[in-house]
T-cell receptor, first 113, second 114 residues
Framework: SQQGEEDPQALSIQEGENATMNCSYK?????LQWYRQNSGRGLVHLIL?????REKHSGRLRVTLDTSKKSSSLLITASRAADTASYFC?????????????FGAGTRLFVKA | EPEVTQTPSHQVTQMGQEVILRCVPI?????FYWYRQILGQKVEFLVS????????KSEIFDDQFSVERPDGSNFTLKIRSTKLEDSAMYFC????????????FGPGTRLLVL
């Protein structure tokens, strides 16, 4: 079954360091999205990368997509304490005409001030 | 900036009761979703909806669940007879006019079934 899985499950770094989170999936996708969630709150969209794209940037965020390895990474550069949150990848795919989005289990990032 | 809204923000209900969770998607969006997140767990896809019909549903979305877009603006999720295990945060999301666009999520409804 289609599933995004992130690693690591948890990551603790010092402010100013870079944080890298990885996501793997199993079947062909249309696009992959990264979301952020603060504890008990809603999901904030970070970046969408399409299946024909390899890299995208948005501010301090850099996302890569390797469709041959069915994996993606999210890099947050120069992290801040405010980046502390859970980060999820979500894969969109079309299945016999329908469409669904599958989220991974997420990486919990803790940035120490 | 347009946003997805959801009501109520919190709902407490007794097991066996019906609940209706409401969502107002972004006005010109065509694709709609419901997800749930049990506390401490990942976000789970429930159902997608397009052109007034269900596009795809997960195994979770059984006969107790239904969705409706009654008036062209609201998008509702109904749980006919709630169970304890339905306690979760329920998120609505909408997406624009093409499939390869960003999904925008509402703030969620926290449902507690007692």
């Amino acid at each position: 079954s289609q599933q995004g899985e992130e690693d690591p499950q948890a990551l603790s770094i010092q402010e100013g360091e870079n944080a890298t989170m990885n996501c793997s999936y199993k079947t062909s996708i249309n696009n992959l999205q990264w979301y952020r969630q603060n504890s008990g709150r809603g999901l904030v969209h970070l970046i969408l990368i399409r299946s024909n794209e390899r890299e995208k940037h948005s501010g301090r965020l850099r996302v890569t997509l390797d469709t041959s390895k069915k994996s993606s990474s999210l890099l947050i550069t120069a992290s801040r304490a405010a980046d502390t949150a859970s980060y999820f990848c979500a894969t969109d795919f079309v299945n016999t005409g329908g469409f669904k989005t599958i989220f991974g289990a997420g990486t919990r990032l803790f940035v120490k001030a | 900036e347009p946003e997805v809204t959801q009501t109520p923000s919190h709902q407490v209900t007794q097991m066996g009761q019906e609940v209706i969770l409401r969502c107002v998607p972004i006005s010109n969006h065509l694709y709609f979703y419901w997800y749930r997140q049990i506390l401490g767990q990942k976000v789970e896809f429930l159902v997608s909806f397009y052109n007034n019909e269900i596009s795809e549903k997960s195994e979770i979305f059984d006969d107790q669940f239904s969705v409706e877009r009654p008036d062209g603006s609201n998008f509702t999720l109904k749980i006919r007879s709630t169970k304890l295990e339905d306690s979760a945060m329920y998120f609505c999301a909408s997406m624009g006019r093409k499939r390869q666009e960003t999904q925008y999520f509402g703030p969620g409804t926290r449902l507690l079934v007692l």
